[in-house]
């Protein structure tokens, strides 16, 4: 079936790395996306990558897959007090469909 | 460019009332999604149309519906209003299928 998991909490000091892991279980899984929600706020989406993909950057922010383990991860660097907020991760499913499976979230506290 | 736009941000209806929210897409975007977000469920998927059909529809009660209208404005619909319908309310639109969702601020239903 279907699902995704995420630890639920990680607190990191101002300035540190931050790495938020995801894991999936749809093998099928084609896009795999990193979103950011801060309170009161709807979902931005920080960055997606395809599944014939390893690794992709973008700024300050490093997606890697590892498809073997269906493990997700992100890495933010330099980690701030903006980037305190909760981050998703979800999977989309093989097929013409937008459905995506997001998991539980991940609450980001970064300590000045 | 605009961003998605969802209208209201905040409705509060009483049991058994029925309420019927509205998502305008990015422009150029055909598929639109619907999610609800809950403290107990968080992100679930209620329905996703492209090109004003229905291509996929979440495991919710037939009291929850939608449209897609040719300019590819979207609204949900809920009969039949029971407490647990509280929730945050999401649209994403998407220019092609897979690639990234953007979302909108959502919709606060709650129902009392």
């Known amino acids: 079936g279907e699902d995704v998991e995420q630890s639920l909490f990680l607190s990191v000091r101002e300035g540190d790395s931050s790495v938020i892991n995801c894991t999936y279980t749809?093998?099928?899984?084609?896009?795999l996306y990193w979103y950011k929600q801060e309170p009161g706020a709807g979902l931005q989406l920080l960055t997606y990558?395809?599944?014939?993909?390893d690794m992709k950057q973008d700024q300050r922010l490093t997606v890697l897959l590892n498809k073997k383990d269906k493990h997700l991860s992100l890495r933010i660097a330099d980690t701030q007090t903006g980037d305190s907020a909760i981050y998703f991760c979800?999977?989309?499913?093989?097929?013409?469909?937008?459905?995506?499976?997001f998991g539980q979230g991940t609450t980001l506290q970064v300590k000045p | 460019k605009a961003g998605v736009t969802q209208t209201p941000r905040y409705l509060i209806k009483t049991r058994g009332q029925q309420v019927t929210l509205s998502c305008s897409p990015i422009?150029?975007?055909?598929?639109v999604s619907w999610y609800q977000q809950t403290p107990g469920q968080g992100l679930q998927f209620l329905f996703e149309?492209?090109?004003?059909?229905?291509?996929n529809k979440g495991n919710f009660p037939g009291r929850f519906s939608g449209r897609q209208f040719s300019n590819s404005r979207s609204e949900m619909n809920v009969s039949t209003l029971e407490l647990g319908d509280s929730a945050l309310y999401l649209c994403?639109?998407?220019?092609?299928?897979?690639?990234?969702?953007?979302f909108g601020s959502g919709t606060r239903l709650t129902v009392v």
């Open positions: 749809d093998s099928s899984s084609t896009y």
């Open positions: 422009s150029g975007h055909r598929s």
């Open positions: 990558i395809f599944s014939n993909m």
């Open positions: 979800a999977e989309r499913g093989s097929g013409n469909t937008g459905k995506l499976i």
């Open positions: 149309y492209f090109s004003e059909t229905q291509r």
């Open positions: 994403a639109s998407s220019l092609r299928t897979g690639e990234g969702y953007t």
